[in-house]
């Protein structure tokens, strides 16, 4: 069931972005684990799109933040207001009040505002004025953020950064790919006509229905051993925290599933760990000197892990 739906959403999202299943199926793990997304890239690669097919493939309502300097907290979340016809204070629901939120070049914003989306990123709800609202379920935040435009900036927090599930990298199309983009929107925008595959209430189904997939205690003690190497490198001043533990766990059961298996490979481990640690991992100042890229480092921690095999 989760493999089938996987595969229309899959699909359906492909009929607007040309190639990047790997991307795709990485954002329906993120889903199917209730996660968010970072994803790092340059303009014009096709982030916003990948979001709005994702959001209308799902049936999920969905709503743009384009965070900017000048953005306020309450801008994100909603405020309380007086109605003087009730004589009462009511809630006017902010974009955040949606099921998927596209935070579009969060780093723009102030520190100030981009914590406006923690509570709500943990917890699926956000606190206006002392009184507490639950958000939509299910909830996924899709932030966007530009790595070669450092002018105007503000770099996230770790708190923060450790709260998005995956980070991704769309990278550009191939020539095949841009070719095929470039005739594929020759007529017309092909969102506009997407339809949805599935709806909120399957995919809550589905969410806990991963949960279900099986992790041997040998693949489940590799999880472990893999983040704690990150905490003992020489070159990690800051290995990957427990929540990460956590996350990379519910990846591996997420992408079995999607993969049509009721039981998770050491491979699924490895797979992922790129995309589920790196952000979660700072560098010490001297490897950083040494310009040794985090990617490397965290390959050379996944060889040293030993892989687990089974005993015939």
Known sequence: MIEKTAASVQENVQKVIVGKSDVIELALVAV?????????????????????????SLGCTFRRIQFTPDLLPSDVTGISFFNQKTQEFEFRPGPVMSQVVLADEINRATPRTQSALLEAMQEQQITVDGETHRLPRPFLVIATQNPIELEGT??????????????????????DEEHAMLLRFERDDPLQELEPVTTPQALRALQHRVRETRVEE?????????????????????????????????????????????????????????????????????????????????????????????EI
Request: proline share 8%.
């Open 154 to 175: 503000f770099p996230l927090p770790e708190a923060q950064i450790d709260r998005f599930l995956l980070r991704l990298s769309l990278g550009y199309p191939t020539e």
């Open 32 to 56: 199917l684990c209730e996660g968010h997304i970072l994803i790092e890239d340059v303009p014009g690669i096709g982030k916003t799109t990948l979001a709005r097919s994702l959001a209308r």
């Open 218 to 310: 040998s693949v489940r003690g590799y999880v472990v051993d893999v983040v704690r190497a990150t905490r003992e490198h020489p070159d990690i001043e800051l290995g990957v925290s427990p929540r990460g533990t956590l996350a990379l766990y519910r990846c591996t059961q997420a992408l079995a599933a999607v993969r049509g298996r009721d039981y998770v490979l050491p491979d699924d481990v490895k797979y992922l760990a790129p995309s589920v640690l790196t952000h979660r991992i700072m560098i010490s100042p001297t490897t950083r000197l040494r310009g040794r890229a985090l990617t490397d480092i965290l390959v050379d921690v996944i060889e040293g892990v030993p892989v687990p095999v089974e």
